[in-house]
Nanobody, 123 residues
């Protein structure tokens, strides 16, 4: 499985960005997907996850009401719509895939990772 993330950039506080992550493979709809982020000098942290069917989602408290995760299984793509961006959202954003049956907010439960896309929010 290979993951390719894109959509990052520089945006002013209050602005929006949409991240995309395209996955290779024929059974994309079987896999849960997630977004994590890592700011300089900080640990990687969970942002959002979505089940293979798209029915179940989970969001970190810090992004609830502002970020929305979604997926298009026909396009093997997961999205992260980010609205009302804040300077503290500045980080490298990584998409991740879980090919097993169990996943959580902990990064070690995700076994495939994309290369990351930089999001910078200016004040």
């Amino acid at each position: 499985v290979q993951l390719q993330a894109s959509g990052g950039g520089l945006v002013q506080a209050g602005g929006s960005l949409r991240l995309s992550c395209v996955a290779s493979g024929r059974t994309f709809s079987s896999y849960a997907m997630a977004w994590f982020r890592q700011a300089p000098g900080k640990e990687r942290e969970f942002v959002s996850s979505i089940s293979g069917s798209g029915v179940d989602t989970d969001n970190a408290d810090s992004v609830k009401g502002r970020f929305t995760i979604s997926r298009d299984n026909a396009k093997n793509t997961v999205y992260l719509q980010m609205n009302s961006l804040k300077p503290e959202d500045t980080a490298t954003y990584y998409c991740a895939l879980n090919s097993g049956k169990y996943y959580s907010r902990r990064s070690y439960t995700w076994n495939y990772w994309g290369q990351g896309t930089q999001v910078t929010v200016s004040s």
